[in-house]
């Protein structure tokens, strides 16, 4: 048994930090680094990465609580519709389900046609695709902790105290959640920065400073050059993991 985990947790370890053999290609990395189509990519997946963090936790809180405090009618169906279905769902799929959506022929694109508003091949195209495959990670392990709390039963006696609601959320279910919002929010987000079939097929990812992200131009060079889709790889990979210890630490020093 000992064996089995200790081969797998290699393949693991071995499997993410191959990447770093792209240091041999050290020129070539800074090339890449100082590129305008690099820097736009860059933006493009960090900022988008991080809108579809936030709507995220707008939308994805309030959800969370819903799911472990109400109790109604196929709740488990609705559930497994909303977090478990969108973790399976092919991203490719995602992205051809939303070109259907929004083609000028069906309701919602007449509608967004009305109203004067293209939403194929935008950055907001983007950010509908990463939002729908992203939000789940944030949704079911923040659903988990906030059942838990439940449990505890402190919610109930902050209650039978006179304390409304919010005060519940705010005194008590926020403190004792707070680290896992910051960790589904985080794997959300990660989620999101790694999006590219999705986002091919309904958003383009080819329009330098608007939907060409990191990880499209990866697949692509990839198909010509691997040395120049490698060093971009380790590009994308250390700005990612860089954001995510950052966050880790802030979050650390806030308890």
């Not at 191959?18 to 960090?46: D, E, Q």
């Not at 389900?97 to 508003?117: N, P, R």
């Not at 691997?226 to 994308?236: D, G, H, K, Q, V």
Request: charged share 15%.
């Amino acid at each position: 048994m000992i064996s089995l985990a200790i081969i797998f947790a290699l393949f693991m370890i071995i499997s993410i930090f191959y990447l770093i053999t792209a240091i041999r290609y050290g020129s070539l990395i800074v090339k890449n680094l100082f590129s305008t189509k690099v820097i736009l990519a860059l933006w493009v997946s960090i900022a988008s990465s991080t809108i579809v963090m936030a709507i995220s936790l707008l939308f994805g809180i309030p959800l969370s609580w819903v799911l472990a405090h109400k109790d109604f009618k196929s709740k488990s169906v609705i559930e497994t519709l909303i977090v478990d279905v969108p973790h399976s769902f092919p991203p490719g799929v995602v992205g051809t389900v939303y070109l259907l959506m929004f083609q000028s022929s069906d309701l919602f694109g007449m509608i967004l046609e009305a109203l004067g508003f293209q939403l194929i091949n935008t950055f907001w195209a983007m950010i509908l695709v990463k939002t729908f495959i992203s939000a789940p990670f944030l949704v079911s392990i923040l659903t988990a902790k906030l059942r838990d709390i439940r449990k505890s039963e402190l919610e109930i006696i902050a209650k039978s105290l006179g304390a409304s609601d919010f005060k519940v959320f705010i005194t008590i279910t926020y403190p004792l959640s707070k680290k896992t919002i910051v960790a589904g929010s985080a794997r959300c987000w990660a989620r999101a920065l790694g999006e590219i079939a999705g986002t091919i097929v309904f958003a383009g990812a080819i329009i330098p400073g608007i939907t060409q992200t990191m990880p499209a131009i990866i697949v692509f060079e990839a198909q010509t050059s691997l040395p120049e889709a490698l060093t971009l790889a380790l590009i994308l990979a250390s700005f990612s993991i860089t954001i995510l210890v950052i966050l880790k630490v802030i979050m650390e020093r806030s308890d």
